[in-house]
């Protein structure tokens, strides 16, 4: 089965995983991940590399582990931008060869004084390759709740995510967000441009503001008053502050559920604690809706 199938038949809940530093062991995870798998994840994203530059090897070693040991569905994240189509046959062919058939289509970030390959310039050109000569394989594809910072317009945004779904991209998964009423109203939108693959909500607990900071100026996600004044007020406390970014993670996945969303995806930073966390609070809520209908929903908010 296709992951894509499963939002047919509850509401997802996913989790993302970065592998093991340079010259570290794979095996180095395998707490982290055995952990994770205790929550009984829809499936585990694995990520590739900063800027997208990495040769990928890390975390087609992770997937493995993913996939093949805890037998949970593993998704590697592939950018594109500076990998020709050689490059991107070698990776999938090798996920291919180890029963990994889900990947994350991106286009990734560029890196300053490195040129673009030009071969999948857009994500757009990597979905499209992708479900033209690997067939088998579920293509999920990123999502900007508060449009992509490099994006001259929202319409402009949607445009670009409109060509990823008509390239065969079979689900979305946001980028983070801090304010519900965002990925409401982006929702809507997708709604009004006839874009109906499911999409999931992705989630970041906050637990260091430093940390927060340097990803959203990276991001370039907005972060709302009500966010700011938690960071502000328990930046000297990193217990409190934990706790404070949890709670509102818990708070934002409540919410979400309840209204209809098609999953969450989190964001865990390798932190299985904290996804643990949010999980025994959010479970019931989960399994509550896995017998919902899972037809169309109206957004009410």
């Not at 038949?9 to 996913?14: L, M, R």
């Not at 189509?85 to 291919?96: F, M, R």
């Not at 071969?119 to 088998?136: C, G, K, M, Q, W």
């Not at 992705?202 to 960071?231: A, D, H």
Request: aromatic share 8%; glycine share 6%.
């Amino acid at each position: 089965m296709k992951l894509v199938d499963l939002f047919e038949k509850k509401t997802v809940f996913s989790l993302e995983v970065f592998p093991p530093r340079k010259n570290t062991s794979k095996e180095s995870i395998l707490p982290t991940l055995s952990s994770l798998n205790d929550i009984s994840p829809d499936f585990i994203s694995v990520t590739l590399g900063a800027g997208g530059t990495a040769q990928g090897n890390e975390t087609i070693e992770v997937a493995n582990l993913i996939q093949n040991q805890l037998h949970v569905p593993a998704v590697a994240h592939i950018p594109s931008l500076y990998r020709n189509q050689d490059q991107v046959d070698e990776l999938l062919d090798q996920l291919a060869a180890d029963n990994i058939q889900n990947v994350l289509a991106l286009r990734g970030d560029p890196v300053d004084g490195l040129s673009p390959n030009g071969t999948f310039y857009h994500a757009s050109d990597l979905v499209a390759y992708i479900d033209r000569e690997y067939p088998n394989f579920d293509v999920a594809a990123a999502c900007y709740p508060e449009v992509h910072q490099e994006s001259p317009s929202v319409v402009a945004d949607i445009e670009g995510l409109r060509r990823k779904v008509d390239a065969g991209a079979d689900h979305l998964i946001s980028q983070l967000f801090f304010d519900n009423q965002h990925f409401y109203e982006f929702q809507e939108r997708l709604a009004l441009a006839g874009i109906t693959v499911p999409v999931e909500a992705g989630i970041m607990p906050c637990t260091n503001k430093k940390q927060i900071e340097r990803i959203t100026k990276f991001s370039g996600v907005p972060v709302p008053k009500k966010y700011q004044k938690m960071l502000d007020c328990y930046a000297d406390n990193p217990l409190a502050l934990k706790d404070a970014g949890i709670a509102y993670a818990i708070e934002q996945i409540v919410d979400l559920v309840s209204q209809g969303v098609d999953g969450i995806h989190l964001y865990t930073m390798n932190k299985p604690e904290i996804a643990e966390k949010i999980w025994d609070a959010t479970k019931t809520i989960f399994e509550a809706n896995q017998t919902k209908d899972r037809g169309a929903i109206e957004l009410v908010h």
